[in-house]
């Protein structure tokens, strides 16, 4: 006789689904979603966690622009930057918006480091999460809060397990902030994130960062509802103690070239790709990249090695 059962219920017992998307923050996080801010070094990306962190907390619109539905307390952990160095950058922020610091429900874990790979530190932040009971838990970045190979899925995946187990025990949103990989022009923005695919396909919301010659871009995407157009943002100093992160000028969507002509681009001369390299890189689907190498393998301009696929001369 089995004792351990899992649990089931019958199909027309399961609660209806929501039909309207809720927000955190409108338009750019999902009401308790888990998911990745990520760009490269030095893309404001901290900047950004941070001005997300505050709305929550206080309740004003993100980036001068987004709303914020429902306010609540807001825990950070951020694992590169002196305490001092991040209060003056929330003061700075809270400045700018003309909030008193001292009333801000911000929660800042001081602790020197957090490894969430193992106990007790596990244990310890589920327990100050469940305490605090945050609408949203930042983490900056995830590369300092484990001891795992990034690149091995089955690694990877009990970390994700764990923030997932977050969000769903404390309905809480979990936002980790992440680098991406160098050398990706041309690559869909959530092909572009450091280690294992789960990351990205762990979000419910996610946000990258990108640096062009003046500006940051900030391209938005989510697992239920569509995404809004690019934006582009600048990081000003209204005064010398009010540096924050502000929306510029609505940026259009890029015009990919053909599938064909980013595989050739992918490929210079000598140089092979397996077809499954060639699809991470390009981030489309394997149907969609067969139906072009084949075309270019018709052509002339495409051949099949040994080692994968390689311009021909």
Known sequence: MLTDMLPVVRIGDLPPANQTQRWLVDQLWGDASVGVIGGAPK???????????LSVATGTACLG?????????VLVYLAEDALPTVRERVAGMARQRGLDLAAIDLHVITAPTLLLDREPHRTQLFATARQLRPRLLLLDPLVRLHALDENHAGEIAGL??????LQRQLAVAVMLVHHTRKNTAGVAAGQTLRGSGDLHAFGDSNLYLRRTREHLVLVTEHRAAPAPPPITLQLLTSAADR?????TTDLPQPVRPPLQDQVLDLLPPGVS????????QLGVKNERLGQALEALERAGRLHRTAAGWQRSN
């Open 273 to 280: 790709f397996t077809r499954a390299k060639l699809r991470d």
């Open 65 to 73: 622009t987004f709303a914020v539905p429902r306010s609540g307390p």
């Open 160 to 165: 994700l397990a764990y923030f997932r187990h």
């Open 243 to 247: 540096t924050h992160l502000q929306v």
């Open 43 to 53: 893309c404001a990306k901290t900047w950004l966690g941070l001005d997300l962190a």
